[in-house]
């Protein structure tokens, strides 16, 4: 009988190159979607991507760093786009669990966040700086007016997982919330990117000890472990 062949599975973090002239080589969390640190040349990105996929407490630490880099009055807001969303992009229906309508709109205003819809009529916000990158069209609502909207794969990672679930399960009502499955946060099957830890659906930065869980989560279980043992 033939072998199947292996599948390989991609590290997480890998080089890239500068956005701009004059900019570092980059370092980018494939399955987040964010440049995590920049390098002054290729060799010295490819060894920090090499050290981020072997040393877990580097990545966490890295991680850190970009957050605390965050400042202004959004900045508590863009780390939550980091955490949550992908390639700094997160749905409203989410982002409004972390933060307030009000808040969100009064960012916006001040140029702080951007919105933007996918071409499905889903709304996320953004950084400006995403939001410059992405490409917008802008359609004309039944009122005349005009949104940005772009595909849905520039804003949304797939989900391998909930894909792989029949129709019938994935749009079914779940059985806690009453909505379905699909678009349940706390429903829905855990992604391998996805923190497992409660109710928390942060992207996990690493597997801290083989378990999956974000770097926000994991002192939690730590402590709760070092309780349990007493």
């Known amino acids: 009988m033939a072998r199947l062949p292996r599948t390989t599975v991609p590290p997480r973090y890998s080089t890239a190159l500068p956005l701009l002239a004059g900019h570092g080589h980059r370092v980018v969390d494939t399955r987040s979607g964010y440049t995590l640190t920049e390098r002054p040349d290729a060799d010295a990105a490819r060894l920090t991507a090499e050290e981020f996929n072997t040393s877990p407490r580097a990545a966490v630490n890295a991680v850190r760093a970009l957050d605390e880099a965050q400042s202004g009055p959004a900045a508590h807001v863009l780390r939550s786009l980091r955490r949550y969303g992908y390639q ?3 749905e409203q229906r989410e982002a409004v669990t972390l933060h307030s309508y009000h808040e969100l709109a009064g960012l916006i205003e001040a140029g702080h966040l951007a919105m ?8 996320f916000y953004v950084t400006p700086d995403r939001f410059r990158d992405l490409p917008t069209v802008f359609l004309e609502e039944d009122t005349g007016n005009e949104f940005p909207s772009v595909p849905e794969s520039e804003l949304d990672r797939r989900r391998a997982r909930l894909e792989a679930m029949p129709s019938k399960e994935r749009y ?7 909505i379905n499955t699909g678009k349940c946060a706390i429903c ?3 992604e391998e990117w996805q923190c497992d830890w409660g109710t928390c659906w942060a992207n996990a930065v690493t597997r801290i000890e083989g378990r999956q869980m974000c770097e926000r989560c994991a002192p939690s279980m730590d402590s709760r472990l070092y309780l349990r043992e007493r």
């Open 172 to 178: 079914s009502p779940c059985e806690l919330h009453g």
């Open 116 to 123: 933007v819809w996918s071409i499905q009529g889903r709304p």
């Open 88 to 90: 700094w992009a997160l």
């Open 188 to 190: 829905r099957p855990v």
